[in-house]
C-alpha cells in the first residue's frame, strides 16, 4: 500500500512537472538572442568543414606546386606555371575569404535576429495599442447609446459606431495573427523549438537606440572606405585580379596577342578588373543608400516624436478642464485617442529608425577578425 501511494505521489509529481514546463516561458535578453541564434545554428559549423576542406585544398596546392616539369608546348608550360606559381595563391585566398565568410555568417545571423526581435515588439506594441483603441471606442459607444436612448443622436450614429468596433475587433485579429507569425520567424532564426508551448517572450524595450552615424563628427566616406577594405566580396573580387594580373604576365613571358589561349586570360583579367570595380560601386551604393536611409528615418522619428509630445500636451491641457468640468468625457475619449495613434506612430518610427541602423552598422563594420 505504501508503495502504492508512494508511486502515485512521484505521478502526481512528474506530472506537474511536466505541466509547469508547457506552461514556462523563455525569456530572451539582447545579447542572449544573439547568443542563442548563433550557438543554435549549424551555419558557423558548416563554415568550419569549409575551412578544413579549403585547408587540405591548400596543402594539397602546394604540394602540386613543388613537382617537376619537363618542357612541352608554350602552353603547357604557362599551365605548369600557373599551378606552381599561382594556384598556392589562389587557394590561399579561398582559405581566407572562408575565415572571412564565416564571420559574416555569424554577423548576418545575429543581424536577422536582432531586427526580427524589433519586429516582434513592434507588433506586442500594436496589438497593445489596438486593444486599448478598442476600450476607448466601446467606452465611447456606452456614452453615445445612452444619448441615442435620450433621442439626442441618431441611430445611424450608433449602427456606424457598432459596424467601425467590428472593424476594429477585425483588425485586432489580424494583428494577433501578424504576432504569432512573428513570434514564429524569430523562433525559426534562434533555431528552437516552433510549437506554441515553447513561449518566448523578450527583455527589452522598444526604444530607440543610441547611434554615432548622426553625429557631425562621423565621417561617411572614411566609413566607406573602411567597408571596402574589410568587405569579403571585395576582398575575393580584389585577389581574383591579382590572380588574373599573374596568370597575364606568365602568358605574355610564352605567347602573342592572337592566341586563343592569350586572349583568354586577356579576357579573364578585364572580367576580374570590372568585378572589382562591381563589387566596390556596389557596396558604396549600398552603404550611401542606407546611410540617407538613417537619415529620412531619423527625421521621421524626431516628427513622430513631436506629435505626440504635442498630443500629450493638448490632453494634458484637456484634463484640467474636464476635471473643471468644461468638457465632456467623451471629448477626452477623442484626445485619447488622437494620443494613442502619435505612440502608434512613433513606436513605428523607432522600429524602422533601429532597424536602418543596424543595416547600416553592418555594412560599415567590418573588420578583420
Aim: hydrophobic share 40%; glycine share 2%; with cysteine.
Amino acid at each position: 500500500m505504501k508503495r502504492f501511494i508512494a508511486m502515485t505521489l512521484c505521478l502526481i509529481l512528474i506530472t506537474s512537472v511536466f505541466a509547469f514546463g508547457e506552461e514556462s516561458i523563455v525569456r530572451f535578453t539582447y545579447e542572449s538572442a544573439l547568443e542563442t541564434a548563433v550557438e543554435n545554428s549549424i551555419q558557423p559549423e558548416l563554415d568550419d568543414y569549409n575551412i578544413k576542406a579549403l585547408e587540405s585544398a591548400l596543402e594539397d596546392a602546394r604540394t602540386e606546386a613543388l613537382k617537376g616539369f619537363i618542357g612541352g608546348t608554350p602552353q603547357e608550360v604557362i599551365e605548369r606555371r600557373i599551378i606552381k606559381e599561382v594556384a598556392p595563391f589562389e587557394a590561399e585566398v579561398n582559405l581566407e575569404a572562408a575565415k572571412r565568410q564565416k564571420t559574416d555568417n555569424i554577423r548576418q545571423i545575429k543581424a536577422d535576429v536582432y531586427q526580427e526581435m524589433m519586429r516582434v515588439l513592434l507588433a506586442e506594441e500594436t496589438v497593445k495599442f489596438k486593444k486599448k483603441r478598442i476600450e476607448l471606442l466601446e467606452e465611447k459607444y456606452s456614452i453615445d447609446l445612452k444619448r441615442f436612448k435620450e433621442g439626442l443622436l441618431p441611430e445611424t450614429d450608433i449602427t456606424d459606431q457598432e459596424l467601425a468596433l467590428s472593424v476594429e475587433k477585425l483588425e485586432l485579429t489580424n494583428m494577433e495573427t501578424a504576432l504569432a507569425s512573428n513570434i514564429l520567424n524569430i523562433k525559426q532564426k534562434l533555431h528552437v523549438d516552433l510549437s506554441d508551448d515553447n513561449k518566448i517572450e523578450f527583455d527589452y524595450k522598444l526604444q530607440k537606440i543610441g547611434t554615432h552615424y548622426l553625429i557631425d563628427s562621423f565621417n561617411l566616406e572614411k566609413a566607406i572606405e573602411k567597408a571596402i577594405e574589410y568587405n569579403t566580396t571585395v576582398y575575393r573580387k580584389r585577389m581574383e585580379l591579382e590572380a588574373a594580373e599573374k596568370k597575364l604576365e606568365i602568358t605574355k613571358q610564352h605567347l602573342k596577342p592572337g592566341h586563343d589561349y592569350y586572349d583568354k586570360k586577356v579576357y579573364e583579367y578585364e572580367k576580374a578588373k570590372k568585378e572589382l570595380y562591381d563589387a566596390e560601386t556596389d557596396l558604396e551604393v549600398a552603404v550611401r543608400n542606407a546611410y540617407n536611409d538613417l537619415l529620412t528615418a531619423s527625421d521621421a522619428l524626431d516628427l513622430a516624436v513631436k506629435r505626440e509630445e504635442l498630443a500629450r500636451s493638448r490632453l494634458e491641457t484637456l484634463k484640467v478642464k474636464y476635471n473643471a468640468g468644461e468638457i465632456s468625457r467623451r471629448d477626452m475619449i477623442d484626445n485619447e485617442l488622437e494620443l494613442l495613434a502619435r505612440e502608434q506612430a512613433t513606436a513605428e518610427a523607432i522600429c524602422d529608425f533601429n532597424i536602418k541602423n543596424d543595416i547600416l552598422r553592418n555594412l560599415i563594420e567590418i573588420q578583420a577578425e
